[in-house]
């Protein structure tokens, strides 16, 4: 059973993933972890793992949490404790080490009483086992092996898209297991010669790896800002999809990194070429053709965006892990040229807010006109909630009818050269109008921060004022979503002219119909 703890250990598993992951990686991870950037989608997944974790050790009754997170030696000893004098119960994250190589085990369940025999589970925060879990899981398996516990078999236990919960904290088949045992042995083997060459790679200077493909695979690593600085204003990387990432590549091989360089005829697909154009002239391309199809929609006009969270462990009653719900919008109406009111919706209750989020989207958007979104993402939505609420199935579908995606339409006819390759809205819109800014917003500026507010703000410990300084974030970054549609509209109308002055403050220059704020956080039907 486990040693005591070597002075060679210096692995960890996290560690040798790394490795995996790229030898520089490894390297800077222990060498100048100052370099490291975790930014807030790796710390939301990060919190989403612990989540899931904690409900799994909920689920195995009668288990033994092994803790001493910090402490090593104490957590070799505990673990080796627990599996002398209660060999019949689960433990949770013991620690095992071979060789120098530690491990922590999510969930350790003997087969019989008497611990003659262990069931390894690794507990994964997924939808499905994925390739880059197995030599995780094979990693955990060799240590506790080599430290002398009997493995019958080794599992991944990951969330069931299909499960809907029920409610009360019933959280009973939220996780399908998958034996990985035959899949992970022929990995078992290699776990030696892993740690081996990562060892050679700590012994050594920095590796001299080049930025590629593993850079965002299986994870967007945290070193990238260290590794990938932008090699030129325009880079060749700028060019989109993934025939674009392909040209950047030969590009980059042929000694082009700024895409200024690029001599014109290298390139001959359209959007490339357009992009191409644009950035070496350094000037913004508009097609007439945009004027002619937005001119046609008509009025009134309704410029719509939606705010979801798609929580992994389902919140609320009749959800699944990981299904997208809708819970605030934005909706500037234009019902003739140039006059907008504005209405917005954010519940704040942490109750489930898509029912009152369809009641309050269908009144406000009427019977007629278009709706101008920027993705296919709000037909979902909208679909998704005709599925859940079958008495408003037909006026929702009908809203999705009258849908108008800009998106499509400003790829095919604009392109400026500060867009640098991409259309997102952030993208587009300081080159349509360079008085709004999404940077000048507080702490929301973009999808993934919306949706940590929207989860801080429903959390019953967060405290009333941060609360408030929360939903006002979140009202101000979603009003700015649907402002953006009507510049960027106005702007393609008017072939690049651009309405400004007025707009500068565009809050205090909207007129409000209607507002739907929740605050009430238990109990009780919201204003
Ligand atoms: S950014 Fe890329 S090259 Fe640099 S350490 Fe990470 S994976 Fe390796």
């Not at 960890?12 to 490291?36: G, H, I, T």
């Not at 025999?117 to 390739?131: C, D, F, I, N």
């Not at 798609?310 to 819970?327: C, D, E, I, K, M």
């Not at 993402?377 to 199935?393: H, K, S, T, V």
């Amino acid at each position: 059973m486990n040693a005591a703890p070597s002075r060679t250990h210096g692995l960890s598993k996290s560690r040798l993933v790394a490795w995996l992951q790229c030898p520089r990686r490894l390297w800077l991870e222990v060498n100048r972890p100052d370099l490291r950037l975790d930014d807030l989608a790796i710390r939301r997944r990060f919190a989403v793992g612990h989540q899931v974790g904690a409900l799994a050790r909920d689920l195995e009754a009668g288990g033994v949490l092994v803790g001493h997170e910090d402490d090593l030696a104490a957590a070799l000893e505990d673990t080796r404790r627990a599996l002398d004098r209660l060999p019949g119960k689960p433990l949770f994250e013991p620690a095992f080490q071979h060789d120098g190589l530690l491990v922590r085990i999510d969930l350790l369940l003997p087969e019989d009483s008497a611990g003659s025999r262990h069931h390894l589970v690794e507990v994964k925060s997924t939808a499905s086992v994925k390739g880059y879990h197995l030599p995780d899981a094979a990693i955990q398996a060799w240590v506790a092996s080599q430290a002398g516990l009997h493995l019958s078999r080794v599992s991944i236990a990951h969330l069931d898209t299909g499960f809907i919960y029920p409610g009360n904290g019933d959280y009973r088949g939220l996780f399908h297991w998958s034996d990985v045992s035959e899949r992970i042995a022929s990995l078992l083997d290699q776990v030696p010669g892993w740690t081996s060459r990562a060892r050679t790679v700590l012994a050594a200077g920095q590796p001299d790896i080049e930025p590629g493909d593993q850079c965002a695979t299986p994870f967007d690593c945290p070193f990238q800002h260290h590794c990938c600085p932008p090699a030129a204003e325009y880079p060749v990387t700028l060019l989109p999809h993934r025939r674009g990432k392909t040209l950047a590549r030969e590009l980059a091989a042929e000694g082009f990194n700024d895409l200024r360089d690029v001599p014109a005829g290298r390139i001959v697909d359209p959007l490339q070429q357009r992009i191409h154009d644009a950035t070496r002239n350094g000037r913004a391309v508009l097609d007439p053709e945009a004027a002619a199809q937005i001119g046609a929609v008509g009025w009134p006009r309704y410029y719509l965006d939606f705010e979801t969270i798609a929580f992994a462990v389902p919140a609320w009653a009749g959800t699944r892990p990981y299904q997208a719900l809708p819970f605030q919008w934005s909706c500037h109406t234009e019902s003739a040229p140039g006059q907008l009111r504005h209405a917005d919706f954010l519940d704040t209750t942490g109750q489930a807010p898509m029912r009152r989020f369809a009641e309050r989207l269908l009144a406000t958007l009427g019977k007629t006109g278009a709706i101008i979104v920027y993705s296919a993402y709000e037909r979902r939505i909208l679909d998704g909630l005709a599925r859940a609420f079958p008495d408003l199935a037909d006026p929702l579908r009908a809203v999705a009818d009258r849908l108008f995606d800009l998106l499509p339409l400003t790829r095919a006819h604009y392109y400026h050269p500060a867009m640098k390759g991409s259309w997102s809205i952030k993208a587009v819109l300081p080159t349509v109008a360079p008085d709004l800014d999404y940077g000048a917003l507080g702490e929301v500026q973009d999808g993934t921060s919306a949706q940590a507010a929207y989860a801080e703000i429903i959390d019953p410990a967060t405290p009333a004022e941060r609360r408030a300084s929360l939903t006002d974030a979140l009202l101000d970054y979603c009003r700015l979503d649907t402002l953006a549609l009507v510049r960027l509209a106005w702007f393609s109308e008017e072939g690049g002219r651009n309405r400004t002055g007025n707009w500068a403050t565009a809050r205090s220059q909207v007129e409000y119909d209607f507002r739907y704020i929740s605050v009430t956080l238990s109990g009780g039907e919201n204003p």
